[in-house]
């Protein structure tokens, strides 16, 4: 074997050099990684408030409404109150009186659906 044949330190394809590469690609994937990590947290915390903006909104005109028209909001809770209440007595065993509940629970839907648009 020849010595040009060994490569001196520094040089490229020694061990030094190679090591020294890696640490490069190490520090850029490093730096790469935090600045995602900082864009998606940016990003959650953006989606995070716009989300709690709309919903206090929401919020906020239902607790409105109810507040205008309290005996129509006392209607909706009542007849949304038998809905699920149906629907949870339906789904636990068969009921027993034949198919009574799926009109009702329609007639309800409908009569909440029509009072709120007003």
Partial sequence: MNSKDIPMAGEPGSAGSMSEHGEEVYEKARQTAGEVYQKTTEA????????SRAVTGAYEEAVSYGRENPAMMTLIAFGIG???????????????YGGFAEPLIGAFQDFARDYLRY
């Fill in 82 to 96: 038998v809905g699920v209440g149906l629907l949870l007595a339906s789904s636990m065993r068969r009921p027993r």
């Fill in 44 to 51: 959650v915390g953006e989606a995070y408030e716009k989300t």
